[in-house]
């Protein structure tokens, strides 16, 4: 049922990447041949391209191509579109996975720390760290941490993306870093008030009633009853770091789907950017679906 | 033979507040204790003290021997081996007193593997014996299901279910009938006497209601204003109080209040009318429309009901039968989706045009009369606000008739610059009647007006509204789910069952010589003072 809801959704995509891309100023076929092409190669390289037809035309001729899989040509490397993103995908996504993995411990631990013992000195610590870490920009704090463990320290490189697993753990800590940092305080926000909510319902009364003891009564009804709420959040929260990767790829040139993004934009390359842009939406819808079926699984309500 | 529980000179403070002050009381092993007395009064914290169930931050003192040993006094891991196994709990409202997330099964056998050493297989099988105990049908099915999929009477004998797991010797009952139907709760109080018969439980049990604790107990205790102010046997207490406080509380109960003479329905022409309504939430899906469905969920099936002047027409049923939508289809706040309403002879449409001058003739008060205040408007300003917007009465002349409405409702004056946070439950519902009088409308609908109070002031606002309709020749339409009520306040009276009307007519003859099987459900489940205790 939800993925047949995804159909529509993945549709507006498309026809708003396309007409994005039309709408921006700029011939890509200009900057693909330079300035001194004859008149008769811009306009062969156009016919080629399939630029010179109809709007209407050229969009149907997209999502015929879509359906087969084929997201095109960059205009910039002469090599299929889905081979660039095949190439750049992984590492976004390793990227992602490797930041939420970092984020998860560090969001547990400090908001039940902070719910349990609320208003106390440890409370009011992590609640001001929060704030500071969602008030500094990533870029800066990305540009500060390279310079003092990659430059200072040189505990880690600063640069790249490695070519062996480890070699990828390794260089992806510094940007998995910077964006876990402003990511862990809104998470612990929202974990720690539902903790605190769910701390006062009247079921925790049922539990204590049983005699069962306080940890007991957190780790059973207490905790999964919280993580609900912040679930949802959670969902957006990797749908943006998708979206974000674009500023910590960029300062440390990692090779992932963010950079080609930019990349892509700043050369015209029209096909690239519409497919990024098409798997970046395919990857949210996912998320989100796979979100709502975890919900459906804690929360019996939920019809999935 | 020294008492189950001794509890000496129990006093609790929250901060400055004092919530129970100096309780003294003694349970002999198999005797059953009722607490009574308004909200506030401290009979809900003087049970949960007993357990030490309340915020770490309370101060309680005194003593709470439980066979010799001081509850009061136990560590934190000493008082777990006897909360759930010695004494267990049952609370008011399942719905919240249940964790969502959690099989009804695993929740009653939390206790069983907390305090037993039953593994596996043989808890889930206690667990069924237990549902099965507690006279749940289907036990097997009931035991797999979450909580919001069972009834609200279901959820209640879950939980005490869940309480009996370990076979305690004390079982303590706070409000546990209170958010229940009254057919529901006729049943729970039954089976809560039985387990008592059979099972020799000594049990506390916490209620506003009088006639609960008729049912159920031996003994009573009034609270007021967190002290005890009597004592005894229920009979003795009931036919002869001593104090001031319990003579007051006994004469609001239905059953005390002299009954009125019900003047005979008038004849004249029908002033509201309501024609073949049919009320539904949610529409069709497209899966509705294909497969020819009646999409969406029918609230209110067919009404058909006349209401003529001066008459005081009652509506009955449990929650989800459909009273309260059809009283707000009557206002406009929900549309019917067919039928018509007719006011004066003429087809009315409450949600569309002539909606405002409509709604100056006929005005609802809600149930929860503190919901329907705005917290930030005076007593003055809410009462005042239909005057200003309708403009009922030249500018210069609206706090005189603030307080003329407010005079007539029997507000101090000093309350007028009151906000409804700094009120009483029966004071807000009487801002709510001043505001809906405001209007100066010739039909009241009061859905549930007296449900969310006590007793006593349950009976003054009655009386009001008697009052009010004597004086202003009011025409009433008056929901509630207590009959005991409708009984005393209505000329005609229909009954509803899940979006029926089953049965309708005078309210003498449909309570005396009721056609329906369910109606005469409903008129035994009245708890009466002198019950039939075990």
Not at chain 1, 16 to 27: K, N, R, S
Not at chain 1, 69 to 95: E, M, N, W
Not at chain 1, 227 to 251: D, H
Not at chain 2, 166 to 188: G, I, W
């Amino acid at each position: 049922m939800r993925l047949l809801q995804a159909v529509p959704v993945l549709f507006g995509v498309s026809i708003i990447t396309f007409a994005l891309m039309v709408a921006t100023p700029g011939d890509p076929i200009r900057l693909l041949v330079g300035d001194h092409a004859s008149p008769e190669t811009v306009a062969a390289l156009r016919d080629q391209y399939g630029l010179d037809a109809p709007i209407h035309v050229q969009y149907l001729k997209y999502i015929t191509n879509l359906a087969t899989g084929d997201l095109g040509k960059s205009l910039r490397y002469r090599v299929p579109v889905s081979q660039l993103i095949a190439q750049h995908y992984p590492v976004t996504l390793f990227l992602v996975l490797y930041t939420i993995v970092l984020t998860l411990p560090p969001v547990f631990a400090l908001s039940v720390w902070s719910a349990k013992r609320q208003n106390g000195p440890a409370d009011q610590i992590i609640r001001l760290l929060g704030v500071l870490g969602l008030a500094v920009p990533v870029f800066w704090l990305a540009l500060l941490l390279a310079r003092f463990f990659g430059v200072t320290l040189g505990w880690f490189p600063v640069s790249g993306f490695g070519a062996t697993i480890p070699a990828h753990f390794l260089h992806l800590f510094l940007p998995a870093l910077s964006t876990m940092i402003w990511v862990v305080p809104i998470l612990v926000r929202t974990l720690r008030s539902a903790l605190l909510d769910e701390m006062n319902r009247d079921y925790v009364l049922t539990g204590m009633a049983k005699g069962l003891g306080e940890r007991q009564i957190f780790r059973k009804h207490i905790l999964p009853n919280s993580i609900l709420p912040t679930l949802n959040l959670f969902a957006v929260i990797v749908a943006y770091l998708l979206g974000g990767s674009v500023i910590v790829e960029t300062v440390y040139a990692v090779p992932g789907m963010g950079k080609l993004m930019v990349e892509s934009i700043l050369a015209r390359d029209y096909f690239v950017v519409q497919g990024a842009t098409l798997v970046f939406a395919m990857t949210t819808i996912l998320v989100m679906l796979a979100v709502d079926v975890v919900s459906a699984l804690i929360d019996p309500r939920v019809t999935p | 033979m020294t008492p189950l529980l001794k509890v000496c000179d129990l006093s609790v403070r929250f901060g400055q507040t004092v919530a129970v002050d100096g309780v003294t009381f003694d349970l002999a092993r198999g005797a059953a204790l009722g607490i009574v007395g308004e909200s506030g009064s401290g009979k809900s914290v003087t049970c949960r003290a007993l357990m030490r169930l309340l915020p770490p931050a309370t101060n309680i003192s005194g003593s709470v021997e439980f066979e010799g040993r001081d509850l009061l006094n136990l560590s934190e891991p000493e008082l777990n081996t006897i909360r759930g196994k010695r004494i267990a709990m049952i609370f008011q409202s399942p719905a919240s007193h249940l964790d969502p997330l959690m099989r009804i099964g695993e929740q009653v056998a939390e206790a069983l593997v907390e305090h037993t050493d039953l593994k596996g297989r043989a808890v889930w099988e206690e667990v069924l014996r237990l549902l099965d105990v507690v006279r749940i049908p289907d036990p097997d099915r009931c035991a797999r299901a979450y909580p919001h999929q069972l009834s609200g009477g279901m959820k209640q004998r879950a939980m005490i279910a869940g309480a009996l797991a370990c076979q305690p010797d004390l079982l303590l009952a706070d409000e546990p009938t209170t958010a229940l139907d009254a057919t529901v709760q006729k049943s729970v109080l039954d089976l809560l006497a039985q387990l008592r018969r059979e099972q020799n439980l000594s049990m506390i049990f916490v209620s506003h209601d009088l006639g609960a604790v008729a049912r159920v107990c031996d003994d009573l205790l009034v609270m007021r204003r967190a002290k005890l102010v009597e004592r005894g046997p229920v009979t003795r207490v009931i036919d002869a109080p001593q104090h001031e406080y319990t003579k007051q509380l006994i004469a609001s109960h239905p059953d005390r209040l002299a009954s009125r003479q019900v003047a005979a329905v008038s004849q004249g022409a029908p002033l509201l009318e309501a024609q073949g309504i049919q009320i539904r939430y949610g529409g069709k899906s497209l899966a509705d429309v294909l497969t020819g469905r009646e999409g969406g969920f029918v609230a209110v099936k067919h009404a058909d009901f006349v209401v003529r002047p001066g008459e005081t027409l009652g509506i009955v049923g449990e929650s989800g039968s459909g009273k309260t939508t059809l009283a707000r289809s009557l206002v406009g706040l929900v549309k019917p989706h067919k039928g018509e309403v007719l006011f004066d002879g003429a087809p009315a449409d409450p949600s569309g045009r002539g909606r405002v001058a409509y709604l100056r003739d006929v005005q609802l008060i809600y149930q929860h009369p503190y919901e329907a205040l705005s917290p930030r408007l005076t007593v003055q300003a809410a009462i005042a606000e239909p005057l200003r917007r309708h403009r009922l009465c030249p500018a210069a002349e609206v706090l005189r008739r603030v307080a003329e409405l407010m005079a007539q409702v029997d507000l101090a004056p000093d309350l007028a610059k009151r906000l409804p946070g700094q009120l009483s439950g029966g004071q807000c519902q009487r801002v709510a009647i001043a505001r809906a009088l405001a209007f100066n409308p010739r039909v009241l609908i009061a859905d549930e007006v007296t449900s969310a109070l006590d007793v006593t002031l349950q009976a003054q606002v009655m009386d009001l509204l008697l009052k009010l309709q004597k004086e202003r020749g009011l025409t009433m339409v008056f929901i509630s789910h207590d009959l005991a009520v409708i009984r005393r306040l209505c000329n005609s009276v229909i009954v509803m069952r899940a979006g029926e009307i089953v049965e309708a007519g005078p309210t003498a003859s449909v309570f005396d010589a009721p056609q329906q099987a369910y109606t005469r459900a409903l008129i035994d489940a009245i708890p009466h003072l002198h019950g039939d205790a075990a």
